[in-house]
């Protein structure tokens, strides 16, 4: 009656004294060894802040994960000098800091054009980057791990992405490269 396309996932055969959960647990605790041999790092997650908003931006995040009392603003600002539109996502600390809304080359003041939580963002926009939400509880000991150690914020990846080589990448590169090639032409 066994499905035999199951047969080849099978790892091991136990017999436990025990049904249900106790019997469960007792399989676990007899198939550690062989259990701790099995990989199951796929690669498809990202956690933290900016990772995960640019793998939403890419369209790569399924599932986004979010801590219940996430406490991050998300502050649209604009460079009164430049009409330049900067997002920044600050906590509370952050947020005290006037050195966040000063443009760093310039010391230009930056004008604050909305500000709202990461949170309600995400509640009110995660549809458009084609994924689902879900929201998490720190009063478990995974919720608690997931907000001290990821920081309240990741998500499963439809496909494997490595972040980091997306942190090389810049739009100040691109903008350097294109205003050599217009000094060329004078």
Not at 35 to 61: H, P
Not at 160 to 180: N, P
Request: proline share 1%; glycine share 8%; net charge negative.
């Amino acid at each position: 009656m066994f499905d035999p396309r199951l047969g080849a996932k099978i790892l091991n055969v136990v017999d436990v004294s025990y049904g249900g959960e106790d019997g469960f647990n007792q399989a676990i605790v007899l198939s550690s060894e062989i259990l701790s041999n099995v990989k199951q790092d796929t690669g498809k997650y990202v956690f933290g802040v900016d990772d995960t908003l640019k793998a939403l931006e890419m369209g790569a995040v399924e599932t986004l994960i979010v801590w219940e009392n996430l406490d991050i603003t998300r502050y649209v600002l604009k460079n009164t000098a430049t009409t330049e539109t900067i997002i920044k996502h600050l906590n509370k600390e952050q947020a005290a800091n006037n050195s966040n809304f000063r443009d760093a080359e310039t010391s230009v003041e930056l004008e604050v054009q909305a500000k709202e939580l990461l949170l309600e963002w995400f509640a009110n926009e995660y549809k458009k980057f084609g994924c689902s939400l879900e929201f998490v509880t720190n009063r478990s000991q995974q919720g608690s791990q997931f907000c001290r150690g990821f920081g309240g914020i990741g998500g499963i990846l439809h496909y494997q992405l490595d972040m980091r080589s997306f942190d090389d990448l810049s739009d100040d590169d691109v903008y350097e490269d294109s205003d050599e090639d217009n000094d060329d032409s004078d």
